[in-house]
């Protein structure tokens, strides 16, 4: 330090106080180096006359003008002023060092140790009296200060009052200070902030805090900085204490959805842990908002914009999907109305997270057909659609044929003219007279240990539906195909339920009430599509549920599923009504009615004092139908599935014998199959086509797919009964071995 130059200024005759500028690095050493040299010490915090208020400098310097007379030593420095100008601005520096420059001390020397006011006291060396005898500039004179004004109302640990911060100054205090006070300092040369608000006061408290004020409002960053201050500032402490972890798998939506601090919190917890969370989705939204009331539609919603193309669509939908599962049907219906925005894009935006969802699918399949995504966003629906393989002795191509017409077109909710044809052709061959009853199916059914379900208006459109079902729930499923009694009405058919004998048994009406009960909530004449199909498929899911949880828990062996008719879709969207005003009321929405003669109805069957319509026709008189009927003998009225459940065997193990197989161009591509259990009822299905397995031995199985005559490979599904118990890919090979595009030509 230049200490010689005190020294100097002390052995001189200069009679007016030293300026001594210093860094503040240097600032505490000098002042120890000057208390050492028997210097007294005068802080300008003294002068303040209470704790925030501006010291009183007019005071000081009368103070120091009569020191000689009063004070007993001959040596003071003064600390502090350079701090308080510093605060205060370059006018009052400039003024007030101008006063100090010529103050007469008389016999008494001043050192004025000034820090932070450098250009201020150079500038007074324009005075050439002003020399080196009464100034110091030391090689050092940074002064690294910066003062943050705190508004009272702002909740953070800060120095009271401008008495307070100048001791501080005093006392060494470098960097940034923060300080409530009233005292203007506007024109300070130091830097200065403002803390105005809760926000710039966690700003200040946690300098990585980094998110836009507009996450929030004042009312929630007040809330959020006392939480810091309680918490010693640790947001991991706080997002603990609130119970938040990184794990979405929680209820999310009561966590977004409320008004609550803590609801914005947890969108704080997550702005802030953006790209911890693991959803790509989920941190895009964040990317994209800055308002806490915008983040749970904008969860809802920010999907719509993405293209199903963008290469993160498929796991932002996934993801999406998670999140919003829990999303009450209001507001998805809302999600609904804003992603009809585009047509061509809106469906791979749905799930089926929501009934409000899937009949929003299945409407747009109505206008638009079926989309290559539906597997994707509607399974259940996807799985309906399948072509289900019947094995009914002479009539399993013809109802598999008509059942998949059926729902296609019961789907698209339009009627094919050549369908219609073959209704009429069925409506007066009846074949389905050669399929045995339904009761005689049950009687020769094991019963005991079993437990019977009666699923009204269960039809067998919906049994490829429920062999995925089983398959996906661990359930074996046989499958028996019956007829019920005409006409199809319950009071004909529930001879099987009122005679059962085994302890178990029960009656699910929901489907019925669905499809032609007010109570159930459908009306054709409100809403022509075939949405009730929705809570048709969750109707028959809930059924297959609880029977799979019945035979885990091993109260039974077996489920019996059986049904005292179907109904038909199709028989509605007919709107075809007979010309017969009869004395007895149409029942069933006129499907059937109590005989009368003379008529002249081509496609009405006699049936047990009932005059019962085979076509799609309607007799007059009777109430309209919801939004499907029964009572008739269509096919989907009249054919009903037996289903018997039991718990899948684990062990069953089919494959083929070799991958390869070689093309017969006359005969087919012939395979073995080895199985280590034997079996009685094996078969392949292959392009919807279900090929018979002939038992070679215990072990094996041969099986001619007589329509693959053409090289290359062929995925296929194996089964036991109605179980889907294997699927395997045949390499269908020309006889040189390899595959031929010139040998397929030929075909």
Same mark, same amino acid.
């Given at each position: 330090?230049?200490?010689?130059?005190?020294?100097?200024?002390?052995?001189?005759?200069?009679?007016?106080?030293?300026?001594?500028?210093?860094?503040?690095?240097?600032?505490?050493?000098?002042?120890?180096?000057?208390?050492?040299?028997?210097?007294?010490?005068?802080?300008?915090?003294?002068?303040?006359?209470?704790?925030?208020?501006?010291?009183?400098?007019?005071?000081?310097?009368?103070?120091?003008?009569?020191?000689?007379?009063?004070?007993?030593?001959?040596?003071?420095?003064?600390?502090?002023?350079?701090?308080?100008?510093?605060?205060?601005?370059?006018?009052?520096?400039?003024?007030?060092?101008?006063? @100090?420059?010529?103050?007469?001390?008389?016999?008494?020397?001043?050192?004025?140790?000034?820090?932070?006011?450098?250009?201020?006291?150079?500038? @007074?060396?324009?005075?050439?009296?002003?020399?080196?005898?009464?100034?110091?500039?030391?090689?050092?004179?940074?002064?690294?200060?910066?003062?943050?004004?705190?508004?009272?109302?702002?909740?953070?640990?800060?120095?009271?009052?401008?008495?307070?911060?100048?001791?501080? @100054?005093?006392?060494?205090?470098?960097?940034?200070?923060?300080?409530?006070?009233?005292?203007?300092?506007?024109?300070?040369?130091?830097?200065?902030?403002?803390?105005?608000?809760?926000?710039?006061?966690?700003?200040?408290?946690?300098? &990585?805090?980094?998110?836009?004020?507009?996450?929030?409002?004042?009312?929630?960053?007040?809330?959020?900085?006392?939480?810091?201050?309680?918490?010693?500032?640790?947001?991991?402490?706080?997002? &603990?204490?609130?119970?938040?972890?990184?794990?979405?798998?929680?209820?999310?939506?009561?966590?977004?959805?409320?008004?609550?601090?803590?609801?914005?919190?947890?969108?704080?917890?997550?702005?802030?842990?953006?790209?911890?969370?693991?959803?790509?989705?989920?941190?895009?939204?964040?990317?994209?908002?800055?308002?806490?009331?915008?983040?749970?539609?904008?969860? @809802?919603?920010?999907?719509?914009?993405?293209?199903?193309?963008?290469?993160?669509?498929?796991?932002?939908?996934?993801?999406?999907?998670?999140?919003?599962?829990?999303?009450?049907?209001?507001?998805?219906?809302?999600?609904?109305?804003?992603?009809?925005?585009?047509?061509?894009?809106?469906?791979? &935006?749905?799930?089926?997270?929501?009934?409000?969802?899937?009949?929003?699918?299945?409407?747009?399949?109505?206008?638009?057909?079926?989309?290559?995504?539906?597997?994707?966003?509607?399974?259940?629906?996807?799985?309906?659609?399948?072509?289900?393989?019947?094995?009914?002795?002479?009539?399993?191509?013809?109802?598999?044929?008509?059942?998949?017409?059926?729902?296609?077109?019961?789907?698209?909710?339009?009627?094919?003219?050549?369908?219609?044809?073959?209704?009429?052709?069925?409506?007066?061959?009846?074949?389905?007279?050669?399929?045995?009853?339904?009761?005689?199916?049950?009687?020769?059914?094991?019963?005991?240990?079993?437990?019977?379900?009666?699923?009204?208006?269960?039809?067998?459109?919906?049994?490829?539906?429920?062999?995925?079902?089983?398959?996906?729930?661990?359930?074996?499923?046989?499958?028996?195909?019956?007829?019920?009694?005409?006409?199809?009405?319950?009071?004909?058919?529930?001879?099987?339920?009122?005679?059962?004998?085994?302890?178990?048994?029960?009656?699910?009406?929901?489907?019925?009430?669905?499809?032609?009960?007010?109570?159930?909530?459908?009306?054709?004449?409100?809403?022509?599509?075939?949405?009730?199909?929705?809570?048709?498929?969750?109707?028959?899911?809930?059924?297959?549920?609880?029977?799979?949880?019945?035979?885990?828990?091993?109260?039974?062996?077996?489920?019996?599923?059986?049904?005292?008719?179907?109904?038909?879709?199709?028989?509605?969207?007919?709107?075809?009504?007979?010309?017969?005003?009869?004395?007895?009321?149409?029942?069933?929405?006129?499907?059937?009615?109590?005989?009368?003669?003379?008529?002249?109805?081509?496609?009405?069957?006699?049936?047990?004092?009932?005059?019962?319509?085979?076509?799609?026709?309607?007799?007059?008189?009777?109430?309209?139908?919801?939004?499907?009927?029964?009572?008739?003998?269509?096919?989907?009225?009249?054919?009903?599935?037996?289903?018997?459940?039991?718990?899948?065997?684990?062990?069953?193990?089919?494959?083929?014998?070799?991958?390869?197989?070689?093309?017969?161009?006359?005969?087919?591509?012939?395979?073995?199959?080895?199985?280590?259990?034997?079996?009685?009822?094996?078969?392949?299905?292959? &392009?919807?086509?279900?090929?018979?397995?002939?038992?070679?031995?215990?072990?094996?199985?041969?099986?001619?797919?007589?329509?693959?005559?053409?090289?290359?490979?062929?995925?296929?599904?194996?089964?036991?009964?109605?179980?889907?118990?294997?699927?395997?890919?045949?390499?269908?090979?020309?006889?040189?071995?390899?595959?031929?595009?010139?040998?397929?030509?030929?075909?």
């Amino acid at each position: 330090m230049s200490i010689e130059k005190v020294n100097a200024y002390l052995a001189s005759s200069v009679s007016t106080p030293f300026f001594y500028s210093v860094s503040d690095r240097n600032y505490l050493s000098v002042r120890e180096k000057l208390t050492e040299s028997g210097f007294s010490i005068v802080k300008v915090s003294d002068y303040c006359q209470n704790d925030d208020k501006l010291p009183d400098i007019d005071g000081l310097i009368n103070d120091l003008r009569t020191l000689d007379s009063t004070f007993v030593g001959k040596k003071v420095a003064l600390i502090g002023l350079g701090e308080y100008l510093t605060l205060r601005g370059r006018r009052e520096a400039a003024s007030v060092l101008s006063q @100090l420059k010529d103050l007469n001390l008389g016999t008494i020397k001043v050192v004025l140790l000034l820090c932070g006011i450098e250009t201020q006291v150079k500038d @007074l060396q324009s005075d050439p009296r002003f020399d080196r005898r009464r100034c110091c500039l030391s090689d050092e004179t940074d002064c690294n200060l910066s003062i943050t004004l705190v508004s009272p109302a702002v909740d953070i640990t800060a120095t009271m009052g401008f008495k307070a911060l100048l001791m501080k @100054l005093e006392n060494d205090k470098t960097g940034n200070i923060a300080v409530k006070t009233v005292v203007n300092l506007n024109d300070a040369i130091a830097t200065l902030h403002k803390i105005s608000n809760s926000y710039e006061g966690i700003r200040l408290t946690c300098p &990585k805090f980094d998110l836009p004020y507009s996450c929030g409002n004042e009312q929630q960053w007040t809330r959020l900085l006392s939480e810091i201050n309680q918490n010693n500032g640790s947001f991991e402490k706080i997002f &603990k204490k609130y119970g938040f972890t990184n794990d979405l798998n929680i209820d999310f939506y009561n966590l977004v959805a409320g008004l609550d601090f803590r609801n914005w919190l947890y969108f704080i917890f997550l702005k802030i842990r953006i790209n911890v969370s693991g959803s790509g989705y989920l941190n895009y939204v964040l990317e994209i908002t800055s308002q806490f009331d915008k983040f749970k539609d904008n969860v @809802l919603n920010a999907i719509i914009e993405i293209n199903h193309t963008d290469n993160r669509f498929h796991s932002f939908y996934l993801e999406r999907k998670a999140l919003v599962d829990n999303f009450p049907e209001s507001e998805i219906a809302n999600f609904v109305i804003n992603n009809r925005k585009n047509i061509n894009e809106s469906i791979y &935006k749905l799930t089926d997270n929501t009934r409000t969802e899937r009949e929003e699918i299945i409407s747009w399949v109505v206008k638009n057909g079926i989309p290559s995504c539906l597997t994707l966003v509607y399974p259940a629906l996807s799985s309906y659609l399948e072509r289900y393989e019947f094995k009914c002795d002479g009539l399993s191509t013809l109802l598999t044929d008509y059942f998949e017409a059926y729902k296609k077109q019961k789907v698209s909710n339009k009627l094919d003219n050549e369908f219609l044809t073959k209704v009429e052709e069925f409506a007066q061959s009846r074949k389905y007279n050669r399929l045995p009853t339904r009761n005689e199916i049950i009687e020769r059914l094991v019963k005991t240990d079993t437990y019977l379900l009666w699923v009204d208006a269960l039809g067998v459109e919906y049994l490829a539906f429920i062999s995925e079902l089983a398959r996906s729930l661990g359930l074996s499923l046989s499958i028996y195909i019956a007829r019920s009694e005409l006409p199809t009405i319950t009071i004909k058919n529930r001879g099987f339920f009122d005679d059962w004998q085994e302890s178990g048994k029960e009656k699910n009406e929901e489907l019925d009430t669905i499809k032609h009960k007010e109570a159930g909530g459908y009306n054709f004449e409100n809403n022509e599509l075939p949405i009730h199909l929705a809570r048709e498929l969750e109707i028959i899911t809930n059924v297959l549920d609880k029977a799979a949880t019945e035979l885990a828990l091993r109260h039974y062996k077996r489920i019996l599923i059986a049904s005292d008719h179907g109904a038909s879709r199709l028989a509605v969207l007919r709107r075809k009504e007979e010309k017969y005003e009869t004395d007895t009321k149409g029942e069933h929405s006129g499907r059937c009615c109590k005989y009368f003669e003379p008529y002249d109805l081509p496609f009405a069957a006699e049936e047990n004092g009932y005059l019962v319509l085979a076509d799609y026709g309607r007799f007059k008189g009777s109430r309209a139908a919801n939004v499907e009927v029964h009572g008739g003998a269509s096919l989907e009225e009249v054919v009903v599935p037996v289903i018997e459940l039991k718990l899948k065997n684990e062990n069953i193990d089919i494959s083929l014998v070799e991958p390869t197989a070689t093309v017969d161009f006359r005969d087919g591509t012939a395979i073995t199959l080895f199985s280590k259990s034997e079996f009685e009822d094996v078969s392949i299905v292959l &392009k919807g086509k279900r090929y018979p397995a002939v038992k070679i031995d215990a072990n094996h199985y041969s099986v001619t797919l007589f329509d693959i005559k053409r090289t290359g490979e062929y995925p296929a599904d194996i089964y036991v009964g109605d179980d889907l118990v294997s699927k395997i890919k045949i390499i269908a090979l020309g006889k040189s071995g390899r595959v031929n595009n010139e040998f397929n030509e030929l075909f």
